[in-house]
């Protein structure tokens, strides 16, 4: 019985992680983003972060031991501002390394958003197998359906969230990098990520009515982080219709291809016929590049212009002149 409801645990707790991470991954309409660094993400959650976590948690909870000698006020300061701070600097750590080594890859808020989810779900996979083997070793079955419940259930997303407003403060720095606010944007971001955890831990911690609070801020966080996105998405649509027409003033793209690109619909006609064609990866590959094209015309027309990005719009243009006589159009 117990080894059954062991391994329950660790599917459920990995498998909502991943149906969280495939409706993100879903979500991401214009350009998907390479699945090898989306799991790379989710690797580091379920293990450097978890790890560095538990290592510098039981540190600075030996540290506060020596200086205060209540139990409840030990438990509290743990719970509340070193769990917070630790973690969500552990989860940032892989956003600073994608923004170093791959930064190319954020092109928008949403980038910004499922890089630092899926650092987040691969956290919580781990973490809520963890409590739920805790949960059914003290408590029993009872308090193991009640531990499912709430951290599957109710809080099920909650570290993905957490981390997303890092990822959201990196992202903004990111696009908006030449104005003088963005340099604030990251700080700003990991604050915002540790004072809602911190604020989560408090609530939750009492064991009281006040866990109703914990919830409502959650879902009402998420609920705003949706509404970001939407509106990125949007901005990205804007992007393509905007900056692929210059492409076909140009004589770059056929019109037919660019009515192609500004269309998810359209799209995914294309691909298909590609299939039929046996031209499905130079059409797939085609119009990603065009994606990444209208993106990196937008940062350039927020002031980037130096010669990485001068370079970097002259290999996409040379890659949509070779893929564009094998790509299909709906």
């Known amino acids: 019985m117990i080894l059954l409801a062991a391994f329950f645990a660790l599917v459920a707790s990995f498998g909502l992680a991943w149906l969280y991470a495939l409706a993100l991954y879903w979500a991401d309409r214009h350009e998907k983003e390479p699945k090898l660094l989306l799991l790379g993400m989710f690797l580091w959650g379920a293990v450097i972060a978890v790890l560095g976590s538990i290592v510098f948690s039981l540190a600075l909870d030996a540290g506060v031991a020596l200086v205060v000698r209540t139990e409840a006020v030990r438990d509290m300061i743990s719970t509340v501002v070193i769990a917070p701070l630790v973690e969500e600097s552990m989860k940032g750590a892989a956003l600073i390394l ?3 080594f791959a930064r190319n890859q954020v092109d928008s808020l949403f980038d910004g958003v499922i890089y630092a989810a899926l650092v987040g779900l691969g956290f919580e996979a781990v973490e809520n197998f963890l409590y739920l083997l805790g949960a059914l070793g003290e408590g029993g079955l009872g308090s193991y359906l009640l531990t499912m419940f709430l951290r599957l259930g109710l809080f099920g997303f909650t ?10 403060g990196l992202a903004a720095f990111r696009l908006y990098s030449r104005r003088w606010w963005a340099w604030a944007a990251v700080p700003l971001g990991w604050l915002a990520a540790v004072l809602t955890h911190a604020f989560h831990n408090a609530t939750v911690s009492t064991g009281s009515a006040l866990c109703l609070l914990a919830v409502l801020a959650d879902w009402a966080g998420l609920i705003i982080l949706v509404g970001i996105l939407v509106w990125a998405l949007r901005r990205e649509h804007k992007w393509l219709r905007q900056y692929l027409a210059d492409e076909v003033r140009a004589g770059r793209i056929s019109p037919a291809q660019y009515e192609t690109a500004c269309s998810l619909r359209k799209r995914a006609a294309a691909q298909r ?8 990866g130079a059409t797939r590959r085609f119009y990603q590049t065009l994606t ?3 993106f990196l015309r937008a940062h350039i027309a927020r002031g980037h212009t130096s010669p990485p990005y001068q370079r970097r719009l002259r290999q996409l243009r040379e890659e949509i002149a070779r893929l564009a006589p094998e790509a299909e159009t709906a």
């Open 98 to 100: 994608l923004f170093l």
């Open 159 to 168: 570290h993905a969230f957490y981390t997303s407003l890092t990822g959201l």
């Open 273 to 280: 016929k590609a299939r039929r064609t046996g031209r499905s």
């Open 292 to 294: 990444k094209l209208a």
